[in-house]
């Protein structure tokens, strides 16, 4: 198993549907990335000679699509279409299919008691794609996480499809764009390693660097009340800490939580990310011999670092892909098709 490079690359435009090839973008560099519990973005940059091959596109009616050695990678719709001053070359800058939800607002209200977050999930996506969705966005790849929530989502009142989501992935929600699929679950806990790098799976040496400042192991989180004086109506928390470490706090609030459990879930869901000192690796391009492939590279997976640094050894152990960036460019002169595939990992507690 190993990475390899790609034998060609291309960058369609085509219509909203993503489906239909409207044009062909001759190309000079392009990036993609793949994002947890958010919406990844793509830009291709088009060099003067060829901007007749992308003339008259135009945001939200056209979609951007990546194809590496023939496969689909990533798609969605144009949001700008630019030439910068100075400059003959024209750049498309597009986001994944997910950004359609943050034009899209809650019609029918939703009432959950006692819920799987997934199937919120799946609630919410049903309500953004019911009046339009040619570029059919589901939420059938979104799998129960095992965390229940009440929550009451008002209809007709300004809450964007999106923001609701990402609410969600702060209670223990993942969910990604892979491809064209949206999938989703408890992608950031302690799941089965899909791979381990080395330190000489990258193009040069990894940061490290190990960062007290978000450390926390007393977890306060307030739910729907007025605050200030009166405190909180609703509550919960979560601790364990040691003399080791000594005590440190941490508060935050979500107005969506409308019971003490749900808070105290919340709160249990913070400790459990942040109550060891994090490890923050700054990681550069992986080597096309690094032992993983471009199907395994899903935010979300668990990759084990096994760095074996002398200066911190702490550095060693399972990481969440929180991101990977895919870059592409082709030189002018010997028209050599060249990669990058940068992954950003956060470490995973406990």
Not at 114 to 141: K, Q, W
Request: glycine share 10%.
């Amino acid at each position: 198993m190993r990475l390899g490079s790609p034998d060609s690359y291309e960058a369609l435009i085509t219509d909203r549907t993503l489906r239909t090839v409207v044009g062909v973008a001759r190309w000079s560099g392009l990036d993609y990335e793949r994002l947890l519990n958010g919406t990844s973005a793509g830009n291709v940059t088009i060099p003067a000679a060829f901007t007749s091959s992308v003339a008259d596109t135009i945001p939200w009616k056209h979609g951007l699509v990546f194809r590496r050695n023939g496969i689909e990678e990533w798609g969605g719709p144009i949001v700008t279409a630019r030439r910068a001053e100075g400059s003959e070359d024209v750049v498309l800058s597009a986001r994944d299919r997910l950004h359609w939800m943050t034009k899209r607002f809650l019609v029918e209200s939703l009432e959950f008691k006692s819920a799987e977050l997934a199937v919120m999930a799946a609630a919410l996506i049903a309500d953004g794609t019911a009046r339009d969705n040619p570029f059919r966005l589901t939420a059938d790849e979104i799998i129960p996480c095992f965390a229940s929530q009440a929550r009451s989502l008002k209809g007709n009142s300004g809450v964007e499809i999106f923001s609701a989501l990402q609410d969600l992935s702060r209670s223990g929600l993942d969910f990604t764009m892979f491809r064209d699929r949206l999938i989703g679950g408890r992608m950031s806990g302690r799941g089965t390693v899909a791979a381990t790098l080395f330190a000489n799976s990258f193009m040069s040496t990894v940061g490290i660097e190990l960062d007290g400042g978000p450390q926390s192991n007393s977890e306060m989180v307030a739910g729907s009340g007025s605050g200030g004086s009166g405190g909180f109506s609703v509550s919960g928390a979560y601790e364990a800490w040691t003399t080791e470490f000594g005590l440190l706090q941490s508060f935050s609030s979500d107005s969506n939580l409308t019971r003490p459990q749900d808070c105290v879930t919340a709160a249990s869901h913070a400790w459990d990310r942040f109550h060891d000192t994090p490890v923050v690796v700054s990681c550069p391009p992986l080597r096309p011999d690094a032992p993983i492939t471009t199907d395994l590279l899903t935010a979300g997976i668990v990759i084990r670092l096994s760095l074996n640094d002398p200066v911190f050894p702490s550095a060693d152990g399972d990481y969440r892909l929180e991101s990977v960036k895919f870059s592409a460019t082709i030189d002018a002169k010997t028209a050599v098709l060249s990669e990058s595939i940068t992954p950003s990992l956060v470490r995973i507690t406990g």
